[in-house]
Every structure is written in structure tokens, then in C-alpha cells.
């Protein structure tokens, strides 16, 4: 069975960190593209992050530039997020998903999300 998975979400307070990852089964991600994507309570999805098959290109969503870093591991077949400096308005579901290259269309594998909630 092919999945992505979520995990490393929870509480953290403004100015804190916390490291998602997104890990691979039934699949190697080794010839994907890898985005982060978020959605807020009432809000559309929104992409964050994207890396590149061989990890040599990435983007962010300007609200997240210098304080996001997306990487990979492809021998550990995970997909990392590692976010600091997080504000209330980064509280969202984050959820991975999988394509051949950064512009998408994000298809096929998604995982179910992890939940982040930035707050004093």
C-alpha cells in the first residue's frame, strides 16, 4: 500500500520550533518532488514548501521564507519541515504530498495531515 504519512505536529508556543516529517511507505520518494501543504480552520489550502526529486531545488510561500527549511532524506525515505520562529497564524493542518516535479498537480499521494497549534 502506498503512503505518505505526517508526524512531529503539536503545541508549541509563538517563537518555538517543531520539525515535521513525512515519510514514505510501499513507495521510494527517491523520484519525487515532495510539497508541504497547510490548511487553516476556514481557510483554503495553501502550499508551503516544495523540494525537488534530488533535493537541489526548493520554494517556500513567502509568509514562510527565513523562517522554514524543507530537506531530504532520500535513504530514509522521509521528507522533513523544519519550522522556527512559528506564529499563531501558522496553526494549520500540514499535510505532504507527492509529485514528479514542484509544480504538481498533487494528485495522487497525500498524506492525512499532522496538526500544529502555535499558542501561548
Known amino acids: 500500500q502506498l503512503q505518505l504519512v505526517e508526524s512531529g505536529g503539536g503545541l508549541v508556543q509563538p517563537g518555538g520550533s517543531l520539525r515535521l516529517s513525512c515519510a514514505a511507505s510501499g513507495f521510494t520518494l527517491d523520484y519525487y518532488a515532495i510539497g508541504w501543504f497547510r490548511q487553516a480552520p476556514g481557510k483554503e489550502r495553501e502550499g508551503v514548501s516544495c523540494?525537488?526529486?534530488?533535493?537541489?531545488?526548493?520554494n517556500y510561500a513567502d509568509s514562510v521564507k527565513g523562517r522554514f527549511t524543507i530537506s531530504r532524506d532520500n535513504a530514509k525515505n522521509t521528507v522533513y519541515l523544519q519550522m522556527n520562529s512559528l506564529k499563531p497564524e501558522d496553526t494549520a493542518v500540514y499535510y505532504c504530498a507527492a509529485d514528479l516535479d514542484c509544480s504538481g498537480p498533487w494528485g495522487d499521494y497525500w498524506g492525512k495531515g499532522t496538526l500544529v497549534t502555535v499558542s501561548s
Open positions: 523540494i525537488s526529486s534530488s533535493g537541489g531545488s526548493t
